[in-house]
Nanobody
Framework: VQVVESGGGLVQPGGSLRLSCAAS????????MGWYRRPPGKERELVAG???????NYADSVKGRCTISRDNAKNTVTLQMNGLKDEDTAVYYC??????????????WGKGTLVTVSS
């Protein structure tokens, strides 16, 4: 299974950015897809997650500014980020909890995409 992110870049404070992630390979189902981030010098943290039933959760720091959505048919997840702040600067990672046809569940990660918020 491959998990590939796209959409990072440089954005000014107050701006918006849309991150996309696609999972491909031997997939029977994806139970959960999420976005995590690792700010410079800090631990990785959950930004937002969504189940295959559409239930979502967000970090308090991004509530009201970010929206996560997914397309179960395409195995993709998107994170729309608005009102970006300097503290949103981080490497953003996509996570997919995948169950294969042998009923084995594995958490796969993308390589990350850098988001820099700066004027």
């Amino acid at each position: 299974v491959q998990v590939v992110e796209s959409g990072g870049g440089l954005v000014q404070p107050g701006g918006s950015l849309r991150l996309s992630c696609a999972a491909s390979g031997s997939i029977y189902s994806i139970n959960f897809m999420g976005w995590y981030r690792r700010p410079p010098g800090k631990e990785r943290e959950l930004v937002a997650g969504i189940t295959n039933g559409g239930d979502t959760n967000y970090a308090d720091s991004v509530k009201g500014r970010c929206t996560i959505s997914r397309d179960n048919a395409k195995n993709t997840v998107t994170l729309q980020m608005n009102g970006l702040k300097d503290e949103d600067t981080a490497v953003y990672y996509c996570s997919a909890v995948v169950t294969n046809s042998a009923s084995v569940t594995i958490n796969y990660w993308g390589k990350g995409t850098l988001v820099t918020v700066s004027s």
